[in-house]
C-alpha cells in the first residue's frame, strides 16, 4: 500500500487519510475514493478539512466518503465520475454549492442529506432517479431544478427542504415516493415554505405522505379528485379553481367530477377556500354558497383573522342576495 502525504492507497483506491492537512490534493491516478475515507474528522477530533483536490482519473467516491466534514465549503466533481455511494457528502454542513457530473445517472441514498449549507445545486440531464433523502435537510436550498430524464422521486428526497417555494414535476417522472418501511419519510415531507406543486400526466397517484407538513396547491387536473388521499384533496381543489380562473383547458369528466365534489364537501372545504380565495371565487362563481353558508364563512375569517377574505364574503352576500333577515348586520 502506497503512502503519499497520509493518504494510503492500493490498486488506485484511496482507503485511508491519516495526514494533518485541511488541504488535501489526491494525486493523478487514483480511480476510487473509497468508503468512509474522510468521513467524521472533526468527530474524531481529526484536523478539518477545509479544501480537497479530485484528480481527473476519479471514476468513483464510496459511501460516506467525505460524510460528516463540516469545515469543506466546495468541492469540484470531476467529469469522468460516474458513481457517488450514499451518504458521500451527508452532514457536510459548510458546503455551499455542488456541479454534480453529467456521467451520473442516479443520486443515491442521503448523498447530500443534512448539507445545510447548500444554497445551489446542478442536477445534470442523465439522473433518472433521485435517491431516498438524497437532499433532505437542506434547508439553505431556495430552488432546485428536476431535468425531465428523471423518472422517480424517492422517499424523503426532498424532506425539510423549509426554503422551497414552488416545484414543477417534470413529465416522465412516473412515481414520487411516500413514506417507507424502513423509516423514510414523503418525498417533500416538512417543506414548510412550498406553496404550489405542478404535476405531470405521467403521474397519476400521489401517496398520503408525500407532502405531510406542508400540504400545498397541487395543479394536476388529470388526477381525478378522488385518487387523492383526504389529505390533499383540497390542495388539488384549489390547483383545479386556479386553472378554471385560467380558463385551461380540462377534461370534461375531471371538471364535471372536481365541481361535484367541491359542491358536496363544501362546508368542509370552507377553511381551505378562506385561505386560497381563488378556490372561494369558484363557489362563488358556481353558486355553490347559499345565504345559509355565509355565517360559516363568516366565522372561518374571523378565526384566521382574515380581513381580505371576510371582504370578499361580504360583497358576494350584498350582490347575490336580498336583505332578508333584518337582525344581521354584516360588516367587516
Request: proline share 4%; with cysteine.
Amino acid at each position: 500500500m502506497e503512502n503519499i502525504h497520509g493518504l494510503l492507497i492500493e490498486n488506485g483506491v484511496l482507503k485511508h487519510y491519516l495526514g494533518s492537512d485541511t488541504d488535501v490534493v489526491i494525486p493523478e491516478g487514483v480511480t476510487e475514493i473509497g468508503e468512509r475515507v474522510f468521513f467524521g474528522r472533526e468527530a474524531m477530533k481529526r484536523t478539518t478539512l477545509t479544501s480537497i483536490t479530485i484528480p481527473e482519473s476519479v471514476t468513483k467516491i464510496g459511501w460516506s466518503a467525505f460524510s460528516g466534514c463540516v469545515g469543506l465549503t466546495s468541492i469540484t466533481i470531476p467529469a469522468g465520475v460516474t458513481e457517488i455511494g450514499n451518504s458521500a457528502f451527508e452532514n457536510c454542513t459548510g458546503l455551499t454549492s455542488v456541479t454534480i457530473p453529467e456521467g451520473i445517472t442516479e443520486i443515491d441514498v442521503g448523498t447530500f442529506s443534512g448539507c445545510t449549507g447548500l444554497t445551489s445545486v446542478s442536477i445534470p440531464e442523465g439522473v433518472t432517479e433521485i435517491g431516498s433523502s438524497a437532499f433532505s435537510g437542506c434547508t439553505g436550498l431556495a430552488s432546485v431544478t428536476i431535468p425531465e430524464c428523471v423518472r422517480v422521486i424517492g422517499a424523503g428526497a426532498f424532506s425539510g427542504y423549509t426554503g422551497l417555494t414552488s416545484v414543477t414535476i417534470p413529465e416522465g417522472v412516473t412515481s414520487i415516493l411516500g413514506e417507507t418501511f424502513w423509516g423514510d419519510s414523503g418525498a417533500f415531507k416538512g417543506c414548510t415554505g412550498l406553496t404550489s406543486v405542478v404535476l405531470p400526466k405521467s403521474v397519476t397517484k400521489i401517496d398520503k405522505s408525500v407532502f405531510d407538513g406542508c400540504r400545498p396547491v397541487l395543479i394536476a387536473p388529470h388526477i381525478p379528485v378522488v385518487n387523492f388521499g383526504k389529505e390533499d384533496r383540497h390542495g388539488a381543489c384549489c390547483g383545479f379553481a386556479r386553472l378554471y380562473f385560467e380558463g385551461a383547458e380540462l377534461d370534461v369528466e375531471s371538471r364535471t367530477g372536481y365541481l361535484k365534489y367541491i359542491k358536496n364537501q363544501k362546508k368542509k372545504i370552507f377553511p381551505t377556500a378562506v385561505k386560497y380565495e381563488e378556490l372561494l371565487r369558484l363557489m362563488f362563481a358556481e353558486k355553490f354558497v347559499t345565504r345559509k353558508d355565509i355565517d360559516l364563512l363568516l366565522a372561518e375569517c374571523d378565526k384566521q383573522n382574515n380581513v381580505e377574505t371576510k371582504a370578499v364574503v361580504l360583497e358576494y352576500t350584498h350582490q347575490s342576495f336580498e336583505p332578508t333577515d333584518t337582525d344581521k348586520n354584516y360588516k367587516l
